[in-house]
């Protein structure tokens, strides 16, 4: 079994940062940070692999996010630097047992947090 807990989110002005957490009660292959505004679809915002060598970004936040995991901790972590507007969104911590398929496809996450907020005015 694997819980995650998310938290961090916010309110915050264009350009500015957050830093989101999500403790997780056991480690999995494949972890990942995914989205999702109103009336849109989920979406994968970054993934880490087991031992953290290997993430993988959506190209609408390479450069500005950065996903981590401690170890120590049981935490994974995801820097939102330069918010946009766009970026407005309930964000979720997933996890997959095994790889499978893309990294992005959310149907094929194990498991999931119930997600923390995020809100970026301009």
């Known amino acids: 079994q694997v819980q995650l807990v998310e938290s961090g989110g916010g309110s915050v002005q264009a350009g500015g940062s957050l830093r989101l957490s999500c403790a997780v009660s056991?480690?999995?292959?494949?972890m990942a940070w995914f989205r999702q505004a109103p009336g849109k679809e989920r979406e994968g915002v970054a993934t880490?692999?087991?031992?953290?060598?290997?993430?993988y970004y959506a190209d609408s936040v390479k450069g500005r996010f950065t996903i981590s995991q401690d170890n120590a901790k049981n935490s994974l972590y995801l820097q939102m630097n330069s918010l946009k507007p766009e970026d407005t969104a309930m964000y979720y911590c997933?996890?997959?047992?095994?790889?499978?398929?893309?990294?992005?496809?959310?149907?094929?996450?194990?498991?999931w947090g119930q997600g923390t907020q995020v809100t970026v005015s301009s």
């Open positions: 997933a996890a997959q047992v095994f790889a499978i398929g893309p990294w992005s496809a959310a149907e094929k996450y194990n498991y």
């Open positions: 056991r480690y999995t292959v494949r």
């Open positions: 880490i692999y087991t031992g953290g060598s290997t993430t």
